[in-house]
């Protein structure tokens, strides 16, 4: 089947379609209409120059080439083309004898087809090859990488970063060359994200090995630490090498992305754990140990991290960690309470202490286990993508030698223990069978290379067969891996909101649990965010969470039943509904409250602890401090790290900037220990320039990876609410500054003051990104000019509240004090007023009485008075053409899939009136063709012709909606929603192309007895993933285009009427 990866594939293969559905309509005029087919010869003779002109640069190329694999790959490709090319002038000659042949028109529809599948074979062989090319050079680097380890002088670094420097520029320019060609918007990310980091390591690297090296030339102490941090470089721009590796052998999207992400969770969180439990069984084992304390609280910390690890699983497991889990919660509970009524010694306490510590141990042998499924179903997943290329290249060489042959059977073993692990026995005989076949093929293969017969016909088909077969038993454990985890809900809120409204309002649908798997996901967040806070203020959000998951839980009872759509179904959907509402809005309540606290102050542990390693030698206690100010830049990024997660799933944020913030969090995560070894050698050798060097090197990627974190999560959370937020917190520090002076504390009050002044520059530091972020000149200078005012009043309030420090008796120092807190206040709340969004004055203000003027006109007569008691109903407003979207007539059948997209998008336009607004008339015109066309891709009598005329509707409707979402990016003054409409948009042509594509290859297939279903069911497949991708960037163009005509330029002269649709009556 057709494959579009790379934009120079698309642009060779969519002439050759656009020639190919003319040929294919004329077929079915002859077919179906009795019409007689003009005469081919010209049309035919077009497609044969193209293609000729293609196999000949194919031929030239597989001359010299010495890759075996394409050698290979390439003749059967010329072959299929050159007989299909054979077929169209066969029949192009008997419809100008005959223009009513039939065995002519099985010709036309058949060479066309080959055409399309013989262009595409030949263009991915040759593609292919060139990835080739990149790897091996990425895998240069990768092997000298290793050559770190024997670097031991200076002479040799100079030598290893010598040799390390082309390799590196030769390997990032062919990174940015293919990643430009690629369509696939998220390889093109995934490509320049790792070749970034790989780049920003390379220092690092260089550093690294500079300390190592001196620490051992020298004898220095801290030489394990230099040989960590060295092993830590090389192993992490190995991985990241390795990833590039793995996306650029990638055709399609990849589905088990998140196998990785799952299994580093898992491992996290087995770590976490592990590190937790022995605190959390001495808290259980002493009746005397407080509740609230930090044995308490481990325990809350491992139940959180179990019901993470069984949000990824799936069926039995799932069900067994997280009802562990839960119950466990409940039972710690009641300790707590017992004890904080003193009753800890008593033997229902002792009795329920004992069985939570069983507990634990039950569900950390759970989590353990579901882990190492997991894992091993993802280690062999990747072994068989590692060998799959050796594989290949001995199958390519006739004369490979029998060892090659371990290859496969390196690979039908992991594929084995794939089947073993899998719990869907049609699955485990999958890919059993396709490994039976594999094995039968390579015995033969074998024979006759043994017999020197490897380089004849029949050994080149088994070959060719056998690598085939292999790529489907990949892709057959791919999916195995893939079934083995629950459905995924969207990453992020507003996607699992979404999901979740969609299963609300339907629940009798098949969402494949996609509704259901939103709303856990949403309690779980929840949950995690109440384990963070105190007394009422946790079980306010418990019960929020415990309210929407008992609703879920009786609507998902009565759509088991057949009874989603009863009345009872209804009223629990609508207070199901207004249930998840307010535990949303109270989420991001706590959640902005707590992103507001933690990152009031990021970088002051990270220079406490550059002080501590650098103070003098004869400092007193100079290792103790260095140490406790380690533990708390440790705990402090620990800190960091878990709320940008929280606010990575609780916010506002999309899905791109969710992942960012997922993707600095890791980085975070890996560079902190990182960090504090590097510090730790500084220490140790505070005169060697190496150690001081390398320090400054990590902290700073350190800040900058930390300054990345915190403008995403900025982005994730709405600035009015951070805003309001930051304000009460000061006010609280305020509060607190008072009881400080009443009782004479100048600590406490120093601490308030240091808290005001840290959140006052954190304000600063949002206001600024804002005003970077914005072209709207009003806007810039309303929020440049509050921030100078709030800048301003910082200085004296630090000034003050040293002075008052200093004598805190003194009430005119304190009055002074105050007076400053309360300026900071004021220069806050303005600051906060310019986000605040300009509601126009209601009543409007009276007209200007003096302007009035008066004639002597005479007034025109009164209308007459209604007739009738009770005045008429007002009309309702004329209903738009493009309202409705199709029913299903009964009996009727189409791909649901397809239509429940079209579906989708339907209800997103929908919500806005298209009069005046052309991108929403052009997304719901998309939106009922692509219904159509769910109808027509179930073949039948007459749909070819219409199937590609809907096809070429619906790629005329997206450069419609992608030319006047341009338009408004354009105009736009928020340069974050203008990024985020232009990612999303430029999407639209390259799936529309891609449509019009696919659809003629399905159009050469429907009606045809001589396609297999297997093929059949693929080209259908790939229309239907290529439809949906198609709708579901449409929805996100029209979302982001609403959110950016909020920021359009007020001289723009375009302009787009965005109304909500409401009913008439309301």
């Known amino acids: ?56 640069v194919g031929k030239e190329t597989v001359q010299t080439t010495e890759d075996q694999v394409m050698k290979r790959d390439m003749p059967p490709a010329f072959i299929k083309v050159e007989n299909a090319c054979t077929k169209l002038i066969q029949a192009a000659q008997m419809l100008k004898d005959n223009p009513y042949a039939v065995p002519a028109r099985d010709y036309l529809i058949d060479g066309s087809r080959g055409i399309l599948s013989g262009t595409s074979d030949l263009l991915l062989t040759f593609d292919e090859a060139e990835v080739r090319k990149i790897i091996r050079v990425c895998k240069g680097i990768l092997e000298y990488l290793t050559v770190a380890e024997v670097v031991e002088t200076m002479e040799d670094l100079v030598t290893y970063t010598k040799n390390l420097g082309p390799g590196m520029t030769k390997m990032a320019k062919m990174i940015d060359e293919r990643q430009q060609e690629l369509t696939h918007q998220e390889h093109r990310v995934m490509l320049v994200n790792s070749m970034n980091t790989v780049k920003e390591l390379l220092p690092v690297l260089i550093s690294a090995i500079k300390i190592f090296v001196t620490t051992k030339q020298f004898k220095s102490q801290g030489i394990e630490e230099a040989l960590k941090n060295r092993n830590f470089t090389v192993e992490k721009m190995s991985t990241e090498i390795s990833e590039i590796i793995r996306v650029l052998q990638l055709t399609s999207w990849d589905e088990d992305a998140w196998a990785s992400k799952d299994t580093e969770t898992m491992r996290r969180a087995l770590a976490m754990i592990d590190s937790k439990i022995n605190q959390a069984k001495n808290w259980l084992r002493d009746p ?47 300790v707590s309470e017992l004890r904080a009524r003193g009753q800890g010694a008593t033997p229902i306490a002792m009795q329920k202490s004992q069985q939570v510590s069983q507990g634990l141990d039950m ?50 073993k992991e594929a084995k223990k794939i089947a073993d692990l899998c719990e869907d026995p049609k699955e485990r005989d999958d890919v059993l069978r396709s490994m039976n076949e594999i094995g039968v093929l390579t015995a033969k293969l074998s024979d006759l290379r043994r017999q020197g017969k490897g380089d004849t016909p029949e050994a080149r088909a088994l070959s060719k067969q ?103 179904a209804r009223a629990i959907a609508a207070q199901l509904q207004d249930a998840l509402k307010d535990l949303k809005g109270k989420m991001q309540e706590v959640m902005t409250q707590e992103v507001s606290d933690v990152f009031s102050d990021t970088t002051t542990p990270i220079k406490l602890l550059a002080v501590a390693a650098t103070s003098p030698q004869d400092a007193p206690n100079r290792e103790e401090v260095f140490e406790g100010r380690a533990g708390y830049f440790e705990n402090h990024a620990a800190k960091l790290g878990a709320t940008a997660e929280k606010a990575a799933a609780v916010g506002s944020a999309n899905k791109s900037t969710v992942e960012g913030i997922q ?9 902190t220990p990182q960090v504090v070894s590097a510090a730790r050698i500084l220490l140790r050798n505070l005169d060697n320039q190496a150690a001081y060097e390398h320090f400054e090197t990590m902290k700073n990627q350190w800040i900058d990876n930390v300054e990345k974190m915190t403008g995403l999560v900025d982005e994730a959370i709405d600035t009015r609410s951070l805003l309001d937020a930051s304000e009460e917190a000061i006010k609280k520090d305020i509060d607190k500054c008072k009881v400080a002076m009443a009782n004479v504390q100048p600590q406490m009050l120093v601490a308030g003051a240091t808290s005001i002044a840290r959140r006052a520059n954190r304000i600063l ?50 009055k002074s004090f105050l007076d400053s807190g309360y300026r900071i206040l004021s220069a806050v709340a303005t600051v906060r007023e310019v986000f605040q969004p300009q509601e126009p004055d209601f009543p409007p203000p009276p007209p200007d ?38 029913e299903m007539k009964a ?14 998008l339907h209800d997103e336009a929908r919500k806005w009136s298209s009069k005046g607004n052309d991108i929403i008339g052009a997304a719901k015109r998309m939106a009922l063709l692509m219904a159509e066309m769910s109808r027509l891709v179930r073949g039948g009598s007459g749909n070819k012709r219409a199937l590609i005329h809907c096809a070429k509707d619906i790629a005329k409707a997206s450069d419609e909606v992608t030319l006047l979402a341009k338009e408004v990016a354009k105009q736009c003054t928020d340069k974050r929603i203008r990024t985020n409409l232009l990612q999303v948009c430029e999407r639209i042509p390259t799936i529309s192309t891609q449509l019009k594509i696919l659809s003629t290859v399905k159009a050469t297939m429907l009606g045809r007895t001589n396609i297999s279903e297997e093929e059949s069911e693929q080209a259908t497949e790939m229309l239907v993933h290529n439809a949906q991708n198609l709708m579901q960037s449409v929805k996100e163009t029209v979302r982001e285009a609403e959110a950016a005509s909020i920021k359009i330029r007020t001289d723009a002269g375009f302009t787009l009427r965005w109304v909500r649709k409401t009913p008439w009556y309301q």
Request: proline letters at 8%; one cysteine or more; glycine letters at 8%.
């Open 1 to 56: 089947m057709p494959v579009f990866h790379t934009k120079t594939i698309e642009s060779i293969l969519e002439p050759v379609a656009q020639q190919i559905s003319h040929l294919v309509i004329m077929h079915e005029e002859g077919e179906v209409d009795g019409k007689a087919i003009p005469d081919l010869t010209g049309p035919v003779v077009a497609v044969q120059a193209a293609v000729s002109n293609l196999v000949k």
């Open 288 to 334: 005397n140990a407080p509740p609230g304390d930090a044995g308490e609280q481990a325990i809350k910390q491992i139940l959180d991290e179990a019901g993470k690890v069984g949000e990824l699983c799936a069926g039995k497991e799932r069900r067994e960690i997280l009802g562990t889990s839960r119950a466990l919660a409940q039972m710690t509970d009641q």
């Open 363 to 412: 569900l950390t042998a759970k989590v353990e286990n579901a882990a190492r499924k997991l894992e091993a179903m993802t280690n062999s997943k990747q072994a068989i993508a590692k060998k799959i290329d050796a594989a290949q290249s001995w199958l390519a060489d006739p004369h490979g030698a029998p060892e090659g042959e371990e290859h496969i059977r390196g690979i039908l």
């Open 466 to 568: 056998i690598a085939t077969t292999l790529q489907n038993l990949q892709t057959k454990t791919n999916r195995a891996v893939a079934n083995s985890r629950p459905v995924k809900a969207a990453v992020n809120l507003e996607g699992k909101i979404e999901q979740a409204q969609r299963w609300i309002d339907n629940p009798t649908m098949d969402d494949r649990g996609v509704g259901q798997a939103a709303i856990r996901g949403l309690v779980a967040e929840g949950r995690r965010l109440a384990n963070a806070l105190m007394g009422p203020y946790r079980q306010e959000l418990t019960g929020k969470c415990d309210r929407v998951e008992h609703l879920a839980g009786q609507l998902a009872d009565l759509a088991a039943r057949g009874e989603g759509d009863s009345p009872q």
């Open 663 to 671: 993707t600095a969090v890791k980085s975070a995560r890996e560079l």
């Open 765 to 814: 530091l949002v206001a600024k990104r804002e005003v970077e972020n914005s072209e709207d000149p009003k806007f810039r200078e309303s929020v440049k000019a509050a921030s100078d005012e709030l800048s301003k009043t910082i200085s004296p309030m630090v000034m003050d509240a040293k002075a008052v420090a200093g004598n805190i008796s003194d009430p005119g120092l304190q």
């Open 849 to 886: 009485l003096d302007q009035l003027q008066l004639n002597d006109e005479p007034a025109p007569p009164k209308p007459p008075l209604p007739e009738g008691q009770v005045p008429p109903p007002r009309p309702p407003p004329p209903e738009e053409k493009d309202e409705e979207f199709p």
């Open 891 to 904: 009996g009727e059948v189409v791909n649901q899939s397809m239509m429940e997209s079209a579906r989708q």
